[in-house]
């Protein structure tokens, strides 16, 4: 798949992965308020996350490179929306893409990637929580079909401030 001038090849993620996925993750750990964690992780602490996240099944992970070096571009993930059995048909959708691949299609990439994975299985909705602002995501979000139900205000505190979280959800 091209994305921009990059070329990009979507694949489900796999173990060899988890050293340079950790190191994306702990860039927006870092650097941003886009995820509320707030202490970045050893691959060794992320591993059981990517392990939640098998090659088939509800839960997935998908990964884009660059074919022809391996580097890591973006993932997309779904998983539990909510631990109760009620809401086994539901998922939590979320995009990363590595801070010098924005804006070039990953992220859409990524998501065709996933929903096509999901098509499948018994999924009812899809749900994604955006913290603000975040234009890029809300706009990728809505390309897909999800629309804005609500937001949280003022719901995480990091970088010495409170963030909005603007939640969207997706029929499946």
Do not use: C
């Not at 580097?71 to 009620?86: H, N, V």
């Amino acid at each position: 798949m091209r994305s921009g001038r990059t070329e990009v090849q979507v694949r489900p993620g796999a173990e060899e992965d988890l050293d340079a996925l950790t190191d994306l993750y702990n860039h927006y750990v870092r650097e941003t308020p886009i995820t509320f964690d707030t202490a970045i992780f050893t691959p060794a602490e992320r591993r059981p996350w990517l392990l939640s996240h098998p090659v088939d099944g509800p839960y997935r992970l998908m990964v884009a490179e660059r074919p022809d070096s391996q580097e890591i571009l973006g993932y997309a993930t779904s998983s539990p929306f909510r631990a109760k059995p009620a809401y086994r048909t539901s998922v939590e959708t979320t995009v990363y893409v590595a801070p010098d691949a924005g804006g070039r299609g990953v992220g859409t990439l990524l998501y065709e990637a996933l929903f096509e994975a999901l098509s499948g299985e018994d999924l009812h909705r899809a749900y994604a929580g955006i913290a603000q602002p975040n234009e890029a995501s809300a706009r990728l979000h809505e390309r897909f079909g999800f629309r804005h139900v609500g937001t949280y205000r003022e719901v995480g505190r990091k970088f010495g401030r409170y963030w909005d979280v603007a939640w969207y959800e997706k029929p499946l």
